[in-house]
């Protein structure tokens, strides 16, 4: 593993209190994104944690649909059951989502709010597009390292399905946030959730 991989990895383990028990390892092409797997038993939280590591490496290009919260160095976060065994299909959407904004040409960022539709996400799913938005869990807001002089922040990976997606273009996504609280949206993935539409 390259030496700027290692140091994200070790402001991880600091931020959460323990090191990873998985890593699904940064492709050899660029941008090198991997991912961790923090459980629950080790980090004494409620559920398990994956984090993206090496996004943060290259800096976002932001444009004026930027919001203040929107940080051009970020890593993404997702939250999963304490029992949850199935982390591959997961861990490889984070890589692919961490490594999406500098594949665009021209280059683009993640931000609050940004969704990317996909078709099928996981298998027997209903859910078929990712939704970026700041995290929920007040241990993970707010800069959680730096890079080159730059705040690092947490963005936290959830996930739409075809209807959901349809209202968050149409009404915006603070329709799919009044969604989400009615219907008690849960911080961990459940892929075999129905839509709220």
Excluded at 37 to 66: C, H, I, N
Excluded at 71 to 87: G, S
Excluded at 123 to 129: D, I, R
Aim: some cysteine; aromatic content about 12%.
């Amino acid at each position: 593993m390259k030496p700027h991989h290692t140091n994200i990895l070790k402001k991880l383990t600091s931020h959460f209190g323990a090191a990873p028990s998985l890593l699904w390892d940064p492709s050899e092409e660029g941008p090198e994104v991997g991912c961790a797997y923090f459980p629950a038993e080790k980090t004494g939280r409620p559920w398990g944690t994956l984090a993206t590591y090496g996004m943060s490496l290259q800096p976002m290009v932001l444009d004026e649909r930027a919001e203040d919260t929107d940080t051009k160095r970020t890593e993404l976060i997702a939250y999963v059951r304490e029992d949850e065994t199935k982390l591959d299909d997961l861990a490889n959407w984070m890589c692919w989502a961490g490594a999406f904004p500098f594949l665009q040409d021209p280059p683009t960022y993640l931000g609050w709010g940004h969704t990317i539709h996909m078709g099928e996400v996981f298998e027997n799913s209903s859910l078929t597009t990712l939704l970026t938005l700041t995290t929920i869990v007040i241990a993970d807001t707010g800069t959680v390292f730096r890079v080159d002089d730059d705040d690092v922040s947490f963005l936290w990976l959830t996930f739409l399905t075809d209807a959901e997606y349809a209202l968050a273009k149409e009404h915006g996504v603070n329709a799919i946030l009044d969604l989400f609280l009615e219907y008690k949206h849960p911080v961990t993935l459940d892929r075999s959730r129905t839509s709220y539409v």
